[in-house]
Each structure stands twice: as C-alpha cells, then as structure tokens.
C-alpha cells in the first residue's frame, strides 16, 4: 500500500513539475513574441542617427536652432546645443521616426517614447477610451503586453498640465517593466532624462520623481490642482521647481502587493529652453542648461482642461485592469476590465 501511495504522489508531482514547466515556456514564449513584435518595429520605423560633422546639415524637417553663444535676432536665443537641439544623447545618438508610416498603419499614433539605455522605445498612442490599447498592440492584434498610450483625458496634445503615459509592468523589463528601477538612486541618475519624438521635433523632459504610490493619489491629476502633490513627490530632483505653466510627463505602470494593486510612476518635467529677454519664459518655468538635452520644438501652450478633477471611482482609476505581469496572470473580469491599464 505504501509503495502504491509512494508511485502515486511521484506521478503527481511529476504531473505538477510538468505542469508548471510547460506555463513558464508559454510566458518566456509570450515575452519573447512581444519583444520580438516592437524590436521588428523598431526596424522598420525607426532609424538610429548620430550628430553630423556639420550641424549645419540637420534634417530639413528639424526645426532651427541657434546654438548658445550665437547671435541671431530673427530668432530666440536658446540656451543648448545642436546636439541637444536634435535629441542626441552623450553617446551621440539619437532617432528618426517615420511618423507618415506609422500613422499609415495607426492613426492614433502621435509620439515615440525613447528612455535610452533601457527597453522604453516604444509608438505612443491616444485612445478613444482608456482600455483601448489594454491589450492591444498599434497595428490592432492582440497582446498581454498591450500598447503605451496616454490617458484619455489628456488626448495627444501634450499640452495639458499633466499627460499621463500607460505601460505594462512586464517582468522581463519591457513596455513599463523597468519604472520600478528608477525609485534606485544610481539608476535614475544614470537615465535622466525621456524623450518624445513627434512630428513637430523632439519634446525632452527630466526624470525628477520616481515613487509607488495609490490609484487615488494626486499624482493622476491631469490639471494644476496636482501640483502641490507633485512638487512635494520630488525625490530624485528635489529642487526641481514646478509652476501652473509646467508641463509634467507621468509614466504609469502597476505592481501588486498581496491583494492590493497599486503604482509605479515616474514624472519627469518638460525642459523649456532659455530665450534673449525679448521672448524670456517666466523666471519660474524650468530651463535647459548647456549639458541637458532640450525641446526642439516652441512648447505649445498649457491647455485649461475641462476635464473634472473629481476623485475617480476605482474601477475606473488608470491600471485598476491589469495585474502586475499580464502575461502570466488571469483574464481580466468583465467589471474590471472597464479600467485603464497600467
């Protein structure tokens, strides 16, 4: 009998062992499969570029820049270098998006995130709803790891006080995976700064907060009223000084503790470059200095959102639908399935 009882608990869990061997390769598989689709976009759309010789032979589409130290008063005298100017980070490079391509496969497609040095380079996209790219990849198949898109209130303007950016925490580091290394001091030090490619030049912003924080906090304010909350959030830049006239980049990703779901978010501030007294910003307003990479394009107006700020309830609160891998986790409920991802 006992030998009997012995052979039995083996198989068992030999079945187990089996079982759970088979769910780990379907998960490498499906990190794989996601890393692949985004590393063949990459390939496709983007296209790695260094600074030339001659800054003068800039991409005709790259707005112009006049360099510190250069006067020209038919324009702004800016405060970086053309290097910055074009995006091109201290190793020299930089990207070139084929933007009429990408909206040829997705409209909804308005910017190219960019964090160099980690997995971060992904299409950005603005949804009609906030689960519209849930699990949803830019070209409309389906996928655990989803889109980055931002909030529906904020649209694809990039105008507004606050434009919150979602991603799935994948345990492999991609999409939003690797936001959770930025509450380290070294690493955030090492990767200072995000950067928006659109159509209109390259927006670039400094990483100057990196917290875990709750789906009720101020921190998914998408007007001023979040400003308090967010100055007082500055851990990795605390003399970082934020106004009305800021324009704060939220990434926003989930991580599960026991039953509880909470955030991961990093907020980074757009870098307005310094202008001649005749156009100067307000004192106030962050400016870029010579060894920080700086927006190219003229920074459109913040926008008064009409959006209201009142509290959202928690199926309705950005990621109260994923979990903290979505990969290896449960469909989602139909009543969970109502919230904004990551």
Not at 92 to 102: M, N, P, R, V
Request: aromatic fraction near 10%.
């Amino acid at each position: 009998m006992k030998k009997k009882l012995r052979i039995f608990f083996g198989i068992a869990l030999l079945g187990v062992a089996l079982f759970c061997a088979v769910q780990l390769i379907l998960i490498w598989k499906n990190y794989q499969e996601i890393d692949t689709f985004y590393e063949d976009t990459a390939s496709t759309f983007v296209t790695e570029i260094s600074l030339p010789d001659d800054t003068s032979a800039a991409p005709a589409d790259t707005p112009a820049v006049t360099p510190a130290g250069e006067d020209d008063s038919s324009s702004p005298q800016l405060s970086y270098t053309p290097e910055q100017a074009l995006g091109v980070t201290t190793s020299g490079k930089g990207l070139s998006i084929d933007f009429d391509a990408l909206s040829a496969v997705n409209s909804d497609i308005y910017a190219w995130i960019w964090i160099p040095g980690t997995k971060i380079s992904y299409p950005v996209l603005a949804g009609d709803e906030d689960n519209s790219y849930l699990q949803k990849r830019y070209d409309g198949s389906h996928s655990s790891g989803g889109s980055i898109f931002s909030d529906y209130r904020c649209a694809d303007s990039l105008s507004g006080f606050n434009t919150i950016l979602y991603g799935h925490n994948m345990n492999n580091g991609s999409m939003f995976g690797s936001l959770k290394k930025f509450t380290g001091a070294s690493y955030a030090a090492a990767h200072p700064y995000v950067y928006l490619y659109t159509t209109n030049g390259v927006l670039t912003y400094q990483i100057f907060s990196a917290e875990e924080t709750t789906t009720s906090s101020d921190a998914y304010k998408v007007t001023a009223s979040g400003l308090a909350y967010l100055q007082e959030s500055a851990n990795v830049h605390p003399d970082v000084t934020l106004t009305s006239e800021s324009r704060v980049l939220t990434l926003s990703t989930c991580v599960t503790r026991g039953n509880t779901v909470r955030r991961y978010v990093v907020h980074a501030v757009l870098l307005v470059p310094e202008t001649t007294a005749e156009t100067a910003a307000p004192e106030t307003a962050p400016a870029a200095t010579e060894s920080a990479p700086a927006v190219t394009e003229s920074a459109p107006p913040v926008s008064e959102s009409t959006t209201p700020e009142e509290p959202i309830s928690q199926d309705m609160m950005p990621g109260s639908a994923v979990t903290e891998h979505p990969a290896a986790a449960e469909p989602p409920t139909p009543a969970d399935s109502t919230g904004t991802a990551n």
